[in-house]
């Protein structure tokens, strides 16, 4: 038996934080997710397509949303292909809910919008192959131990159990506030007669532990900066007593990415920022097997590093700047550049000497360091971390500590607050 295994698409997601052009684009590109996985399902030839929750995001599934979702579901139970589809804590199943109040196709397609397990069997040429159990949450808040009411595989043929849970030992949980917690389980709840249990709700996506056929596939699309990555959906071959052969097959549209650049220590012109990231951004597309053809994206530049640009990069609007640059140039959707990272070069030899505030500090500074009453003579009477009893000659190592890496430290300062 051959699955598609999904989750967390999150249809309709509100991408509120971002403009109408960009939001409209998202939403879109959740849409095309969609329809690549229902392509990809139909081109696998994959018996079943399991939806293990969060199909989509919210109440207000809108009604195009809703035509492109009943039209591309219908391409495939048109096909003979059978969808089962459990409910999460985004859509959950009780009868005041959206999901309820769908046209879903009226055969080949199974959800499961209660709490109870319920077996469907997957059939090919009118033959049953296998199963699928799963069970939904009825509301926004399944607080139950869901996974741990599924009853043992029916058998002989293999087995899927589909669940949206969070399981604990995941990594990338979403942090569930108190009180917030959705169909939690442990590894052990989830009963080892089945061949592969399908489950969502981490976005991440993972396998729970090494050897066992539990798999959260990740979401369908990302959908912000902490959803980095290739994104899609898990192929799985069931063939027991093996272990299920699983691929894993991209199919979002818009990728996000974060970049970061840290070899601007020659930069002296923006161009040199901008090769800088391009490379960046190259040898990303050259390591990752997952880049699709065609594929937005959107990302994030994080500089950081020494850089005698950092004053120029410190102004919003000269990151908007190279922000723009770097989109048209990058070929993406968005890009957003972030200088926390940044600092700027110092080259303290051109200071020393010199008649202004840094010049007198390093002077300073240095003579301290040289000269043990001096020293002395500026420490302060209450000295952080000093030892009142101390005596004069460990008093005076402290202080000199003290001195070390001042220099630089005055000099970031008093520079940055000079350029701005
Ligand atoms: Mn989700």
């Not at 970049?259 to 920022?273: C, F, H, K, Q, Y």
Request: hydrophobic share 40%; net charge negative; with cysteine.
């Amino acid at each position: 038996m051959r699955i598609v295994h999904a989750a967390d698409i999150h249809l309709d997601t509100p991408f509120r934080r971002h403009d109408a052009a960009l939001r409209r684009r998202l939403q879109q590109a959740g849409r095309e997710a969609f329809s690549a996985l229902v392509d990809l399902t139909l081109e696998e030839r994959a018996d079943a397509l399991v939806i293990a929750g969060d199909l989509f995001d919210n109440e207000w599934l809108t009604i195009a949303t809703e035509r492109v979702l009943t039209r591309e579901l219908r391409r495939l139970t048109d096909a003979d292909v059978t969808v089962v589809y459990a409910t999460g804590n985004h859509d959950p199943g009780r009868t005041n809910y959206r999901a309820a109040h769908i046209d879903w196709p009226s055969t080949n397609f199974h959800l499961h919008s209660s709490r109870t397990p319920r077996r469907i069997p997957i059939r090919r040429d009118g033959e049953p192959i296998g199963w699928v159990v799963g069970a939904g949450h009825q509301t926004t808040h399944e607080a139950t131990n869901l996974a741990s009411t599924f009853p043992p595989a029916p058998g002989p043929q293999p087995a899927v159990g589909l669940l949206h849970a969070d399981v604990g030992g995941a990594q990338g949980a979403p942090d569930d506030e108190a009180g917030n917690v959705y169909a939690p389980a442990a590894l052990a709840d989830l009963d080892s007669s089945y061949d592969y249990w399908a489950l969502g709700h981490i976005h991440k996506r993972q396998r729970l532990r090494e050897d066992s056929p539990v798999w959260y596939p990740g979401n369908l699309q990302g959908r912000d900066f902490g959803e980095t990555g290739a994104k899609g959906v898990l192929v799985v071959d069931l063939n027991p007593p093996e272990l299920p052969q699983v691929r894993f097959l991209p199919v979002a549209p818009v990728r996000w990415e974060r970049l970061t650049v840290s070899n601007l220590g020659e930069a002296r012109a923006i161009g040199d920022v901008h090769t800088a990231v391009r490379a960046a951004f190259d040898d990303l597309l050259e390591a990752d097997e997952h880049v699709l053809l065609g594929q937005d994206w959107i990302l994030r530049v994080e500089l950081s590093g020494p850089c005698p640009l950092t004053a120029v990069l410190r102004s919003d609007e000269e990151r908007d700047g190279l922000a723009e640059y770097l989109g048209e140039s990058l070929g993406a959707l968005e890009v957003e550049v972030r200088d926390a990272g940044l600092s700027p070069p110092i080259d303290l030899s051109h200071h020393v000497g010199q008649r202004h505030v840094l010049g007198e500090a390093l002077e300073l500074i240095e003579q301290a360091g040289r000269d043990d009453t001096l020293l002395s003579r500026l420490a302060p009477s209450e000295l952080a971390g000093g030892d009142e009893q101390a005596e004069e000659g460990e008093r005076l190592q402290y202080l000199r500590g003290l001195l070390d890496g001042l220099d630089a430290a005055a000099a970031e300062r008093l520079l940055r607050s000079d350029s701005t």
